[in-house]
């Protein structure tokens, strides 16, 4: 466990809100769901530690530093074409 969890806000927390069921769910309960996850992210004093490992490891399920899959994957694309911009300048 990295030292960063250890202050999560989510830790001892019920984790079925920030990852999805092995069901299908309708969009209103997977916002609903959501919703509840990133409410004790806004709060968590690791947030951005949270979000900065969920990145470097890709993790493809699951509230991370208050952010959901699809949010990480836009936040990947844009650091992978800033990266290709660098190397191209």
């Not at 490891?57 to 699951?62: A, I, K, L, T």
Request: proline fraction near 6%; glycine fraction near 8%; charged fraction near 35%.
């Amino acid at each position: 466990m990295n030292g960063w969890q250890f202050l999560a806000a989510c830790r001892g927390e019920d984790t079925a809100d920030f990852f999805p069921p092995p069901h299908p769910e309708t969009r209103e309960d997977r916002e609903a769901r959501e919703s509840r996850a990133k409410a004790i992210c806004g709060v968590c004093p690791v947030r951005a530690e949270c979000l900065d490992y969920a990145l470097s490891v890709r993790e493809s399920y699951g509230i991370w530093g208050g952010r959901s899959e699809a949010e990480r994957r836009v936040l990947l694309r844009q650091r992978d074409r800033a990266t290709e911009e660098r190397r191209a300048g």
